[in-house]
């Protein structure tokens, strides 16, 4: 949607894709769990400019911005299973094992929940 709304996409474009989406997912069963890793869009700039990858360094601000609204509002509308979000600003699991196992732990936890319990599971908890 959002690169429909960018205009990298027409109205035809996205249809096309919108029609083989909803076709491609007709045959495949939900997530048993969903897993967002919440970040701010300054946080991920800063991460950005740690890989060094020119591609992604070059691309304005407005663009993260508007990224991290899709996502946000595209998790808060998931009602396809249990979703389990991840504050993880403070987090640096690619170079901290503690960091990497605190997800685990979390990812485990979820897993073991019943589906009828909240959709969202949300772990922000001092970490």
Known sequence: RMYLEYG????????????LLNAL???????KLMIYLRVSTDEAIRRIHRRGRPDEIEVEREYWDHLNQFYEKNYQDFNLGKL???QVDGLDYVHR???????????????QMPAGLPTVLSAADGK
Do not use: G, T
């Open 97 to 111: 094992p503690e960091d990497r196992q605190y997800i685990m732990d979390k990812i485990r936890q979820a897993h």
């Open 84 to 86: 389990l979000v991840l």
């Open 8 to 19: 990298y996409l027409s109205q035809e474009e996205y249809d096309v894709y919108n029609n």
């Open 25 to 31: 997912l007709e045959h495949v069963s939900p997530p």
